[in-house]
């Protein structure tokens, strides 16, 4: 047994795992394809692996429904799947304050550019990340270690900027105050309530999931998911893997799946191959972005890359065993271990909506300096538009100096604009096609939290009336899964929100204002 | 008036008092046509507890509540398992010798009433609902209390009533009453008899109305099927509803059918201001961790507000409104109108068919804050 492994105990039975696995990658490598029963009584297992969908909770040390993926085991941890237990023990921490010239909300490549240059501008800068670490989805700490070579260098930059960084940490609120934003968060069970005069939304996005059926079976994975779980100490080795969505998302993923050892059976584009073509000729201009590509494709070079193609249907039983593919005319069964599958990216605006930020077109409107319709409220990267890495940290850079009331810096806006082009052309290129809005049959579940089958919902009714009437979006996800499924089939509006913006414990919320004077 | 066949009726407002007024008038035979301004059960339906509860505030409450229990027990063979009925009773928590005193007080009232109760010691709490803190005295258990899901009781309320001919009108907003007539946004429709059930907003149709939306948040937990089996709530909740200050909160939770707890409660006076109130929801979780513990480790799935639609004695109004004739209220039923849905509907058909009613309807004239006046 290596130095590395530690024990924990999953319904009571012990197991030895990586030390700084999740508890999510964890229970997968165990075997485990029932993290939680459903609602109507089926076996589900992790899906987003980020912490957006929920799927993944159990009771972990006596309390319940906790995101697995977002935990990281322990020595001696008890964690208990598929029941709901809350040990009567009551949370008697007290609640810590803090305070800084500029919060960053969310910690991928847009929050540590912000962050970095907020602090090295003087100000006390404060980066808050749900994750283990700063990094995000695309630069997210390794449990192996390894990070990427970008992200080292801006990781490094950051931790030498003066900065300070906040992991594990979620913000469930934020509120205009008399002297800036009032932020409410909480970690690891603990609630913190800090003061910022200035505040950096740099909350990234999600992937967006389309219901087709057996879309709920246990090792149906998001495609960034995957590679969030293979990254959070989940193995796939020997795995037989069908990648079908959509974007340039599904190179990498393929091809770190591969070379983790798994056997990627095809990957599945449901964009045409002309359009494809057309996006991978623009890249020319961008060397290096070709060469990238060139180097994932030759990764899983034995591999088929179907254009055009698209998942109908996954079946299985406890767990997934086959799934169905089109192309149209033609439609065909592929057995396998493992489906990731996501359409594209879903920017993750709550927060900027609960502050009542103006948005147009789903995205957060932002000016030059990427303020936003809130005095003192800049929002970087994807919620200002899915724009990828790159344009991601400009913005990033560009919204930490604003923020530290620093000028505008011009070369950086002029790099902005040629990113965002590129932004445009793969938007065009990876355009939805109309099928994939029409996969669910009326059985099919949408809303995974409660189990409301896509028949129940009907087309007439408004988002909150299909809430009131169905439970559509009543679940801990929030309707973030749901919801973004829905914008997409039937172009319903983004919902307004209110705090917590996510579920949090009732501690957080009961004792969140004992720490601050005035509110309301 | 005596029942006319086929004659026109207007309900406006499709929450659950206008649901089960409509229902009842449908089956007395009147045409019946619901007219609400967004869709049914969009209000303070939406957002309330759901909670059929007998409450004796004043003698008159006692004898609506436990009239409308009756009518829900009546009720019971015709709900669907959208209406998520649970019949989880309710324990009225002592925390003091004061309060234990009351209990026995509460226990011959209700009683007296016919009401199936009986007083807890401190050992059989605690044992019934392990979750709550050590050091309670007891409580009065409320055996046929219960708990419901307003939205689709009053979709199920609706059904009824459509199976006896009724018609809704969702989207249309009515903007007038006018004697044996109503003025919509885009028309008018007329009627011999009309049912101003526009719950909080009741007096925007009907000034002289007294009627004030009284704000409530509410909280609910994920999935922690068993956590608590009783409707649980502090003996001083009577007071916290009753006094009609800017703020109060007080101690009720709810075990849902989902498995989820729903926790309350909280009052204010602020207008039409829904935001979340940071400060009022933190005190009104406080309250409720002080005597279930535990539940602070719970994940907070959702917080909301709503708005109850108030009257200065916390008595619904019920029946005819003088100044305009065909025009009836039911209306103003505070935090109650799940509970007292079925006794207003029912009280006002007798009433409109001449029929003498269950109880004393007298208490509830929409005329009497009027009567007050001018004393």
């Known amino acids: ?43 589900r297992a992790p899906l987003c692996g980020m912490g957006i969908c929920y799927e993944c909770r ?41 305070r800084a010239d500029v919060v960053i909300v969310g910690g991928g490549p847009a929050g540590i550019a912000a962050a970095t240059r907020a602090a090295e501008s003087g100000e006390r800068a404060l980066l808050i990340d749900e994750g283990l670490g700063p990094g995000g989805q695309i630069w997210r700490p390794r449990a192996n270690g390894n990070v990427l070579h970008a992200a080292a260098r801006w990781i490094e930059r950051l931790n030498r900027s003066g900065a300070i960084t906040r992991a594990t940490t979620s913000v469930i609120d934020l509120q205009q105050s008399s002297s800036g934003i009032l932020i409410r968060a909480e970690s690891m069970g603990r609630a913190i309530v800090i003061e910022a005069g200035a505040v950096v939304l740099a909350t990234g996005a999600r992937e967006r999931f389309l219901p087709f059926p057996g879309w709920t079976l246990p090792n149906v994975f998001g495609i960034g998911g995957a590679q969030a779980l293979l990254e959070s100490g989940a193995s796939f080795r020997g795995k037989r893997i069908v990648i079908a969505g959509s974007g340039p998302l599904l190179l990498p993923v393929a091809a ?114 990427q303020a936003t319709s809130i005095p003192g409220v800049f929002c970087a990267g994807e919620p200002t538009g899915i724009g990828g890495v790159d344009l991601a940290v400009l913005e990033g850079e560009l919204a930490g100096l604003a923020a530290a009331g620093r000028s505008t810096d011009a070369g950086l806006v002029r790099r902005r604009r040629g990113l965002e082009r590129q932004a445009e052309a793969l938007d065009r290129a990876f355009a939805l096609r109309p099928e994939l ?84 | 008036m005596t029942a006319p066949r086929s004659s026109d009726a207007i309900v406006v407002g499709a929450g ?67 209406s998520e009925l649970d019949h989880c009773g309710t324990l009225w928590i002592a925390e003091d010798e004061r309060q234990l005193a009351a209990l026995s007080a509460k226990h011959s009232a209700y009683t007296a009433a016919g009401i199936n109760c009986e007083i807890v010691d401190d050992r ?32 199920r309320l609706i059904e009824l009533a459509r199976g006896n001919g009724a018609r809704v009108l969702e989207g249309r907003e009515v903007i007038g009453l006018a004697p044996n007539g109503v003025q919509l946004r885009d028309g008018r429709l007329g009627a011999e ?100 513990p535990s539940l602070s480790r719970a994940p907070v799935v959702r917080c909301w507000t709503g708005f109850r639609p108030a009257t200065p004695d916390s008595l619904p109004l019920i029946g005819r409104w003088e100044p305009m004739p065909g025009l009836w209220i039911a209306a103003g039923h505070e935090g109650l109108g799940i509970t007292t849905s079925l006794a207003t509907a029912s009280l006002l058909a007798d009433r409109i068919a001449g029929r003498p009613t269950a109880i004393s309807c007298e208490p509830f004239s929409p005329m009497r804050a009027m009567a007050a006046e001018h004393v």
């Not at chain 1, 088929?304 to 005319?329: E, F």
């Not at chain 1, 029409?438 to 809430?467: F, H, M, N, Y």
Request: hydrophobic share 45%; glycine share 8%.
């Open chain 1, 1 to 43: 047994m290596s130095d590395g492994r530690i024990e924990l105990f999953v319904d009571d039975v012990p197991l030895w795992v990586e030390r700084d696995a999740t508890v999510a990658a964890a229970l997968l490598d165990a075997g485990v394809t029932a993290f939680r029963t459903s609602v109507a009584g089926e076996p």
């Open chain 1, 58 to 98: 159990v009771t972990i040390d006596g309390v319940a429904q906790q995101r697995s993926c977002m935990t990281r085991v322990a020595p001696g941890m008890r964690v208990h799947t598929t029941q709901h237990r809350l040990a009567a023990v009551p949370d008697s921490v007290a609640p810590e304050t803090d």
């Open chain 1, 256 to 369: 770190s799946l591969a070379a983790s050892g798994a056997d990627v059976k095809l990957v599945a584009e449901q964009t045409s191959r002309a359009n494809v073509i057309r996006f991978a000729s623009g890249l020319w201009r961008t060397p290096a972005r070709l060469a990238q590509a060139i180097a994932y494709r030759s990764a899983f070079r034995r591999t088929r890359y179907r254009t055009g193609t698209w998942v109908a249907a996954a079946s299985g039983d406890d767990r997934l065993r086959a799934v169905t593919l089109t192309d149209g005319p033609h439609r065909w069964s592929i057995d396998c271990d493992v489906l990731c599958t996501a359409f594209g990216l879903v920017p993750n605006t709550e927060l900027a909506i609960l502050l009542g930020c103006e948005l147009q077109d789903g995205v957060v409107v932002v000016d030059e300096r």
């Open chain 1, 437 to 520: 809005a029409a996969l669910a049959t009326d059985d099919t579940i949408v809303c995974r939290c409660e189990d409301v089958r896509s028949g129940a919902v009907r087309r007439e009714w408004t988002p909150r009336q299909a809430k009131l009437y169905t439970r559509i979006g009543m679940g801990p996800c929030q309707g973030r899964i749901c919801g973004a499924a829905l914008e997409c089939t039937v172009g319903w509006p983004r919902d307004t929100k209110r705090p917590p913006i996510q579920p949090v414990r009732l501690s957080t919320l009961a004792t969140g204002n004992h720490a601050v004077s005035s509110n309301s």
């Open chain 2, 16 to 82: 659950i008092v206008g649901a089960a007024c409509a229902a009842a008038l449908a089956r007395d035979g009147w045409r019946v046509t619901i007219v609400e301004k967004t869709f049914a059960a969009s209000g303070t339906t939406a957002a309330g507890m759901g909670h059929l509860v007998v409450m004796d505030d004043s003698p008159e409450q006692l004898a609506l509540t436990a009239y409308s229990e009756r009518l829900w027990r009546e009720l019971e063979p015709e709900l669907d398992p959208r």
């Open chain 2, 124 to 155: 059989a709490l605690a044992e019934a609902e392990p979750q709550l803190r050590a050091g309670l005295l007891g409580a009065l258990r409320v055996v046929d209390d219960s708990v419901v899901y307003p939205p689709g009781v009053a979709l």
């Open chain 2, 193 to 292: 008899v009309i049912i101003n059930a526009a719950g909080a907003f009741a007096a925007g149709l009907t000034p002289g109305l007294p009627i004030v939306p009284r704000k409530g948040h509410l909280a609910i937990t994920d999935r922690l099927p068993g956590f608590c089996r009783h409707q649980l709530v502090e003996l001083g909740y009577l007071t916290s509803a009753h006094v009609m200050t800017s703020e109060s909160v007080a101690f009720n939770v709810q075990p849902r059918r989902t498995g989820q707890v729903l926790v309350g409660s909280s009052r204010e006076l602020v207008g039409w201001d829904a935001s979340i109130n940071r400060r009022i929801l933190a005190r009104m979780l406080s309250r409720a961790t002080a005597f279930l």
